[in-house]
Each structure stands twice: as C-alpha cells, then as structure tokens.
C-alpha cells in the first residue's frame, strides 16, 4: 500500500487517479518531511536536492534588495510546488534566493534524480510540472510589475482587499515585506486610510470598514 495516501489523495488527487505506473513510482520515492516555522529552507547559492510538494503551512520565497529590505516573491500554500525549487532542478542551478518558513509545514519531498526520470518518461507529470511552473512564474511577474508601477496606495488597497478575512491579523511589519516597502510606510499610509473613515486600526489588526472606497481608489488608477 502506498504511504501516505491519504495526503496525496487530499493535496494531490491527480496522482493518486492518473494511473501512471512511472508516476506511482515517484510517489513511493516521495518522503513526508515537516518543518517547523520561522526556518530557513533554502538561500541563494544553495544546491536543489528535492523537488517539494507543500501539503500543509506556507513558505515565502523573497529576495533582500540593494538596500536590505525584504522584497516577497511569492507563497508556496497547500497543493502547490515552488517556483524556485522547479526552475533549479530544470535548469540545474542554484537557489537566487532564500525561502523560510511562515508556518509549521509539511510537505512531500522527492530527490531529484527521483524528478529528472519521471519528467523523461511520463507525459502526466511533465504537463504537471510545467503547467504549475507556468502558472506560478506568471504570478511572480505580476507580482514584480505591481511593484514596479503601482502606487504604494493602490498596492496597499489591493493587498488588504485581496485578504480572506476581515479583520486582517497582520502586522505592519508583514504588510510591508508584501508589498517590498518599508514598516514606516505602509504605517503612514494605513493611518491615512484610518482617517478618511476606510479602516480601523489596533494592535496586529487591520480592519476594512469601506471596502467600497478602496475598491474605487484601485479603479480610479487604472
């Protein structure tokens, strides 16, 4: 019986369905691994040894600019694998950049001679890999377009609006590393949303009191 096959059939249903012999394999090859939060799992330099499918937690892949701030790329969340991770192994290169963990996570981690076979010799796992690293590379040069061209507002109104609940439990200091500002900034400006009546602010809460305006602010800069 294969291990795990409950989080593969949870996270990854299209393994466990696909019917691949060549894909069966690498899933007994898969080890679980669980990470704790607020660890380095990779830094620029660093060999690619595994490819990650993350099955729990969240891990961020940023980059330090020039002036030491924290820039986030992107977020490798439940069910998907990371961008970095895959453009490595494809490319048979070091990490460019570092990824810690937000979160206690787990994740299913497949050495990557264990990848370059499947990737020749199966047709599933190839459109699986390629039409994740597609989709995830697309996000990231959104990411880097809003960065390089919106305002710090409407990054900021997009970013709050973008969350799932409301309050927002998210410090200043998070905000920031989203959106590759600095605390003080992204605290000068949710004070002014304060005060035109749009949030509420306290301690480690952000609260949306007129999602409508920060919705006609974004529409407004189009």
């Excluded at 291990?3 to 394999?25: R, T, Y």
């Excluded at 990737?119 to 377009?145: C, H, P, T, Y």
Aim: proline residues 3%; charged residues 20%.
């Amino acid at each position: 019986m294969l291990k795990h096959a409950n989080a593969w059939k949870d996270q990854f249903p299209e393994f466990a369905g696909c019917g691949d012999a060549v894909v069966a394999q690498l899933m007994a090859a898969a080890t679980l691994v669980t990470v704790p939060a607020g660890q380095q799992v990779f830094y620029p330099g660093q060999a690619c040894d595994n490819y990650l499918l993350l099955l729990s937690g969240s891990v961020k892949a940023q980059i330090l600019s020039a002036d030491g701030r924290e820039v986030l790329l992107y977020r490798v969340l439940p069910g998907d694998s990371c961008v970095l991770t895959t453009s490595c192994l494809l490319g048979d290169s070091a990490y460019p950049a570092e990824g810690y963990t937000e979160t206690d996570i787990s994740a299913f981690a497949i050495p990557a001679h264990v990848f370059q076979r499947c990737l020749q010799q199966s047709a599933f796992f190839r459109e699986f890999v390629f039409r994740n690293f597609s989709g995830r590379l697309a996000d990231v040069i959104k990411r880097m377009a809003a960065l390089s061209f919106a305002s710090i507002d409407q990054r900021l109104a997009q970013t709050l609006l973008a969350e799932k609940t409301n309050p927002i439990r998210k410090t200043h200091q998070e905000l920031a590393l989203e959106l590759g500002s600095v605390r003080e900034v992204v605290s000068r400006h949710l004070k002014r949303f304060e005060s035109l009546g749009w949030l509420n602010l306290s301690r480690g809460s952000i609260e949306i009191v007129d999602a409508a305006a920060l919705r006609d602010m974004l529409s407004a800069g189009d």
